[in-house]
């Protein structure tokens, strides 16, 4: 009979002190008890706690961006097409210097290399790594005259000493002048585009032009104005394309 009574009576001790351990604070203030002390890290109702591993600081910054990719070293040969997208050849490597189209066998494709920056934006000087040619080594303008609209005028294509970019055409001797820091490569579609700089300093809107009647390529700035300055329709020239060829 005692061992009953003494556990009703923990078992009501037990019932009163969890149903006093559920009272708000307010509750317990209208009874006369003490308020509970407030507890920390609680989720909020519809909130997960996230996990943080010990020692890991949440404020820490995240980790910085990867390193841009280094500057690329392209080599190749330079394919000639029309101007409706035909393959015409690879450029010629002469032994007299670098002009017109390869029809003959691949050995004498010139083969050229250049580096793009990181951004993969702005000219590029093109260099011969297989020139059959003396002296420089690069390829570009060999004259000097203002391309423009409405203008026939022409400006020849060779190798050429190396030039700073932006450089108007630089004197060579008493008859050339070289400008070789003047292509632009799109490495999505591999063309090649020509921005030649007249000696005013000023960009000119400029087309490769090949004349077949001798298999030549040079610059101009108008191939309209050219070709209807030309007497001679065998001397009128189309417009051609460069784009580079990587296989070998």
């Not at 078992?11 to 509970?36: D, H, K």
């Not at 980790?63 to 841009?68: H, I």
């Amino acid at each position: 009979m005692r061992v009953f009574v003494l556990s009703c009576a923990i078992a009501l001790v037990l019932s009163f002190s969890s149903a006093v351990a559920a009272l708000t604070n307010a509750q317990r203030l209208a009874r006369g008890l003490p308020i509970l002390p407030p507890k920390f890290g609680r989720a909020l109702p519809g909130y997960a706690r996230t996990p943080t591993s010990a020692g890991a600081n949440p404020s820490s910054s995240p980790s910085p961006s990867p390193s841009p990719a280094p500057p690329k070293t392209y080599t190749g040969r330079i394919l000639v097409k029309s101007y409706d997208g035909e393959p015409l050849g690879h450029l010629y490597n002469w032994a007299s210097g670098i002009n017109g189209v390869n029809f003959g066998d691949s050995s004498a494709d010139l083969h050229v290399s250049f580096t793009m920056s990181r951004s993969e934006k702005g000219l590029v000087d093109l260099q011969a790594v297989d020139a059959a040619f003396p002296g420089p080594s690069y390829i570009g303008t060999t004259s000097n005259d203002t391309l423009a609209p409405g203008s026939p005028t022409a400006v020849s294509f060779g190798n050429v000493n190396r030039t700073p970019v932006h450089s108007p055409p630089v004197s060579v001797g008493q008859h050339s002048a070289d400008e070789s820091a003047i292509w632009a490569f799109n490495s999505k579609t591999y063309e090649l585009k020509v921005y030649y700089v007249n000696l005013g300093g000023h960009k000119a809107n400029t087309t490769i032009a090949y004349k077949i009647y001798d298999n030549t390529i040079f610059f101009v700035g108008d191939i309209g104005a050219y070709n209807a300055a030309q007497v001679d329709p065998d001397y009128q020239v189309s417009l051609v394309t460069f784009y580079l060829d990587l296989a070998t």
